[in-house]
């Protein structure tokens, strides 16, 4: 069992919180069409996360248009506003432009609040002492995320990102060879986890809105990479106490694990 809090958003105050000091400034630029369509250019691009369905579903709902009638172009440094931090560290739900305009076309900057959000990962495996195998058995994931925007696109980041930790956790290593040669340089020697090698993702909400963010949002994008490596290293070592076994390092390979028998 791995709970976590993660630090999301990254404005100024988030910086200053962690000693860091950056610029952490981004816009919106809102275009409403005389067919009633609306064009939203974002200076921070997708990376997978879905930006494109939420920010559409956040501005639709904020206008009282149709979802579909919004276009958020993004990616395109001639054509978007400058984003000083851009897409990283759970911001860009966070991050969102917030003030109406009299017109039709309306811009603003915006420093977002420190926002944190939580959960736990919880991981239940199966170990063979002979060979060193681990078998993945159960995994359970809370998320406080505050607001949810999109139910399907969060839960689909939550699932993704706890896969990932396994991965990081008992499959993925990069190694050197005496000559310093890379030895995992395809997939073929460097081993990512697959379907079959994991049971569903069980998923679980906690919503405590942030009463810092327009609507309530925190960050989430990395919440479930987080916490899972540390679970599944903790539920391994329990496996394995009674030979005891520490986790000293990841990945637990069965090598790594034959090693330490």
Request: charged share 15%.
């Given at each position: ?7 999301t ?13 950056f610029a952490s400034y981004?816009?919106?630029r809102?275009?409403?069409e005389?067919s009633?369509?609306v064009?939203?250019?974002?200076g921070?691009?997708?990376?997978g996360?879905?930006h494109?369905?939420?920010?559409a579903q ?6 009282g248009?149709r979802p579909?009638?919004?276009?958020v172009?993004a ?5 978007t ?11 860009t739900a966070v991050?969102r432009?917030?003030?109406?305009e009299p017109d039709l076309?309306?811009g603003r900057f915006?420093?977002p609040?420190a926002?944190y959000?939580n959960g736990?990962v919880?991981c239940?495996v ?10 993945v ?7 406080d995320c505050?607001?949810?925007v999109n139910?399907?696109?969060v839960?689909?980041?939550i699932?993704g990102?706890?896969v990932?930790?396994v991965?990081?956790a008992?499959f993925?290593?990069i190694?050197?060879g ?6 995992t ?13 994991l049971?569903?993702?069980?998923i ?13 949002i925190k960050?989430m994008?990395?919440s ?8 599944v290293?903790c539920?391994v070592?329990?496996?394995l ?7 000293e390092?990841?990945?637990?390979t069965?090598?790594?694990?034959a090693?330490?028998r």
């Amino acid at each position: 069992m791995s709970p976590y809090v993660e630090p999301t958003g990254w404005g100024s105050e988030g910086g200053f919180q962690s000693n860091w000091s950056f610029a952490s400034y981004d816009a919106v630029r809102l275009s409403i069409e005389p067919s009633g369509e609306v064009t939203a250019a974002v200076g921070s691009p997708s990376q997978g996360q879905g930006h494109e369905t939420t920010l559409a579903q956040v501005v639709a709902g904020e206008l009282g248009v149709r979802p579909q009638d919004v276009s958020v172009i993004a990616g395109d440094t001639s054509a978007t506003p400058v984003s000083t931090s851009g897409t990283r560290a759970s911001r860009t739900a966070v991050a969102r432009g917030e003030e109406p305009e009299p017109d039709l076309t309306a811009g603003r900057f915006h420093d977002p609040k420190a926002t944190y959000s939580n959960g736990c990962v919880v991981c239940v495996v199966e170990v063979n002492p002979e060979t060193g195998a681990v078998a993945v058995r159960k995994l359970v994931a809370v998320e406080d995320c505050g607001t949810i925007v999109n139910p399907l696109v969060v839960d689909g980041q939550i699932a993704g990102a706890v896969v990932q930790g396994v991965g990081g956790a008992l499959f993925e290593g990069i190694r050197y060879g005496a000559d310093g040669r890379l030895q995992t340089s395809s997939l073929l020697a460097y081993k990512l986890p697959k379907a079959a090698d994991l049971p569903p993702v069980e998923i679980a909400h906690c919503v405590s809105p942030s009463p810092w963010t327009p609507g309530g949002i925190k960050g989430m994008g990395e919440s479930g990479v987080i916490a899972t490596p540390a679970a599944v290293a903790c539920a391994v070592e329990d496996a394995l106490a009674s030979l005891g076994f520490e986790v000293e390092r990841l990945p637990l390979t069965p090598e790594v694990l034959a090693v330490a028998r």
